[in-house]
């Protein structure tokens, strides 16, 4: 196999424009970017102009049935990691089977989805479990079953009909549900023909016993493989002495379905249409020639039914390669094929996770540091961070990324649409849970200035707290109070009020706390408190010169109570230069006030 793991070149394409230099490209999550370089275009200069162009979207994350997939997927996937290395490998190994399973059973709920959408898309999931002998073929043919489920809509119609038998479909059906191996069913259609025929009724009762008794293999049975063989051999040979004798001759629709119970290969091969696919033609040739195929022999098989079913001239298409790839078991092919035939990374990345986890998966370093289960981890991850609702569960994937999850969610999460307050806090809770202390930051920055843009102080003091942005806090404490001097009250006093240790931000928003609560206590008619706060604001001399005046008009009504609860205010503004015109009634309200303390004071002192 090709090594995955090389740096790849670099490929200059012919560049467009005025100056004519090269176009590079780079990938993104969902789109390839072609930009112009510095490097002048060498030889024949071509016409155009465009510079930056989107060559091509990733369309499947924008689809309703996929969002599903990988919004169930990503449960499972999670589930996955939380199987602890310690557990015992044969507890191990039964974990991985479920897991397999559960994969499997969303694929196949997503498939049937697709289908009824007249999608045409093909998925494989290999199971972990090691499958024996009989047991590969069953799991073969409900894969099978699964994408050629047309047959049962053809059934339906052929069914519902007024008269079944007389349908034009009606021994398509017959046939396509045979090369499926569902003999019950098909016996079921081919008694309306029966019915109708009674001078032929022995013929069908023939065919009737020979699909009734054809041999399928149960892995859970007490059947052994060996009495099996035996009892399948018995029936072929019954199945092909019928095709000597003529028995069907009558009736060239039922002497075909002997042919193919025969597993006669030219019949096979005349069934293409109904068929549709090389791999639906291995399925059942394995089914009426070799039922008991072992794992190792399926590879051979696969090859030469390709061969025969495309013929000589035909060019496999890459999911050709894929299944031959897969069929032979060859994991790391599988996956390069799939990374560059499919156009998203859901079924790499899921698939190498499962094969990692099981150990069967070699470790296969990249040049960069990390292996190959986490690259393909992120790439799927970022492709989901590009979705407005399913970045959501990328971050648990970037989270079982030990080398650069960390890295790659730093630099996806800043890339987040913050639209609403409610993304942003769902945003911020992502990045306080992982300790992604810058990313809380610029987060809360860019929702407290945007708040403040809209003036809703409130929520942009919040932000700016969580942010513990003291610059910022500063400025929004002064658009708070330039809002009380304009208003002559406080909003959102909630916030105001329970402040607690994050006032002690910046110096601003210890004065913007402390005010309101000087406001909140005169309110309560707890003059001596609110007197005593004022006056600490005075001497700490945090207050916004701006402010002065308006702290001096509040502290009136306290001059002015019958109790001295100001003693020393009137000294806090001796030295202050505050404009005469303005003051006057404060100086009367001090000299009243300073006149009644120095009577206490002297009072008390005798």
């Not at 399913?390 to 890295?407: I, K, N, S, T």
Request: glycine fraction near 4%; aromatic fraction near 10%.
């Amino acid at each position: 196999m090709e090594e995955v793991d090389v740096e790849p070149s670099t490929t200059l394409i012919p560049g467009a424009g005025f100056y004519q230099k090269h176009l590079g490209f780079e990938w993104g999550p969902g789109d390839l970017i072609v930009y112009e370089t510095n490097y002048k275009l060498q030889g024949p200069r071509s016409a155009g102009s465009p510079s930056v162009h989107i060559v091509r979207r990733d369309e499947d994350i924008c689809s309703p049935i996929l969002r599903k997939l990988f919004s169930e997927s990503h449960l499972i996937f999670v589930g996955l990691q939380k199987i602890k290395e310690d557990v015992p490998s044969k507890n191990k190994k039964s974990q991985f089977v479920s897991i397999s399973k559960n994969y499997r059973s969303v694929i196949r709920a997503c498939m049937e989805e697709l289908q009824q959408n007249a999608a045409d898309r093909v998925f494989v999931l290999f199971s972990v479990s090691t499958q024996s002998a009989g047991s590969l073929l069953l799991q073969l043919l409900d894969w099978v079953r699964l994408h050629k489920s047309d047959v049962d809509a053809k059934a339906r119609e052929v069914l519902q009909s007024d008269s079944p038998a007389q349908h034009q479909s009606y021994w398509d059906v017959v046939i396509s549900l045979v090369l499926q191996g569902r003999t019950d069913e098909a016996r079921q259609v081919l008694s309306k023909q029966a019915s109708l025929r009674a001078e032929s009724s022995s013929v069908f009762k023939r065919m009737d016993g020979l699909l009734q008794t054809m041999p399928i293999f149960n892995p859970t049975g007490t059947q052994t493989l060996t009495e099996f063989e035996v009892k399948w051999r018995h029936w072929h040979e019954e199945c092909d002495r019928c095709l000597q004798d003529n028995t069907f001759a009558s009736n060239r629709h039922l002497e075909t379905i002997c042919k193919i119970l025969v597993g006669d290969e030219d019949t096979l091969l005349e069934q293409k249409e109904l068929l549709s696919t090389w791999y639906h033609f291995l399925v059942t040739r394995l089914l009426f020639t070799h039922p008991t195929i072992k794992p190792p022999d399926l590879h051979y098989y696969a090859q030469s039914s390709m061969n025969m079913f495309l013929g000589p001239r035909a060019s496999p298409e890459p999911l050709d390669i894929i299944l031959l790839s897969a069929f032979e078991f060859d994991l790391h092919q599988v996956i390069k094929d799939c990374s560059i035939a499919l156009n998203n990374w859901w079924f790499v990345a899921h698939l190498t996770d499962l094969l990692d986890h099981c150990k069967l998966l070699q470790s296969h370093n990249l040049h960069f540091g990390s292996n190959l289960r986490e690259f393909l981890v992120l790439e799927y991850a970022s492709g989901l961070f590009t979705h407005h609702s399913l970045w959501q569960l990328a971050v648990d994937y970037f989270d079982h990324c030990p080398e650069f999850g960390r890295v790659y969610l730093e630099l996806q999460i800043e890339r987040v649409p913050l639209d609403t307050e409610r993304k942003a806090i769902k945003v911020l809770r992502i990045c306080e849970d992982r300790q992604m202390s810058e990313q809380v930051r610029s987060i809360c920055k860019i929702m407290a200035k945007r708040a403040l843009r809209n003036n809703r102080l409130g929520s942009a003091l919040s932000w700016t707290i969580r942010a513990k942005d003291a610059a910022f806090a500063t400025l929004i404490s002064e658009r708070f109070l330039q809002d009380y001097s304009n208003k002559g009250s406080f909003t959102d006093l909630d916030l105001l009020d329970n402040l607690g240790p994050a006032m002690l931000l910046s110096d601003s928003l210890t004065f913007l706390g402390k005010y309101r609560e000087f406001h909140r206590l005169y309110g309560e008619k707890r003059f001596s408190e609110a007197a005593r706060l004022l006056l600490s604001l005075m001497t700490a001399k945090i207050a916004p010169r701006s402010l002065w005046m308006t702290l001096l008009t509040d502290a009136l009504p306290l001059l002015e109570q019958k109790e001295v609860v100001l003693s020393c205010f009137s000294s806090v503004f001796q030295d202050e230069d505050i404009e005469s015109t303005k003051t006057e009634l404060l100086r009367l309200a001090l000299a009243r006030n300073l006149t009644m303390a120095i009577v206490k004071e002297g009072t008390i002192e005798t």
